[in-house]
């Protein structure tokens, strides 16, 4: 008889020890699901998770996934600043 978890309303599910210890999974891992043909769903570990989400497959980590990898370049600018710097190179590229 396999393992049990039950779904929170967020969809949130606890792997149970079991399993993590059979797939080796650690806080932080990867995990990958697949749909198999007669509806079955397999559970296994993604040592190199890809950089990138790929749209055609929908596979990858998006970008929550990637939060930490990079530099903290400080805070984000508003979005009237975005838009400011956006017309600024738009007018230096006309110029040129």
């Given at each position: 008889?396999?393992?049990?978890?039950?779904?929170?309303?967020?969809?949130?599910?606890?792997?149970p020890e079991?399993?993590?210890?059979?797939?080796?999974?650690?806080?932080?891992?990867?995990?990958?699901?697949?749909?198999?043909?007669?509806?079955?769903?397999?559970?296994?570990?993604?040592?190199?998770?890809?950089?990138?989400?790929?749209?055609?497959?929908?596979?990858?980590?998006?970008?929550?996934?990637?939060?930490?990898?990079?530099?903290?370049?400080?805070?984000?600018?508003?979005?009237?600043?975005?838009?400011?710097?956006?017309?600024?190179?738009?007018?230096?590229?006309g110029r040129?």
């Amino acid at each position: 008889m396999g393992s049990h978890a039950t779904m929170r309303e967020d969809g949130l599910v606890v792997v149970p020890e079991d399993v993590r210890q059979a797939l080796g999974l650690k806080p932080g891992d990867v995990v990958e699901f697949t749909v198999q043909a007669d509806g079955r769903v397999v559970l296994g570990s993604v040592s190199e998770p890809p950089a990138v989400v790929e749209p055609t497959t929908k596979r990858g980590i998006g970008l929550l996934g990637l939060a930490g990898a990079f530099k903290d370049l400080g805070p984000l600018p508003r979005r009237d600043e975005i838009h400011r710097m956006i017309g600024e190179e738009i007018l230096k590229k006309g110029r040129s």
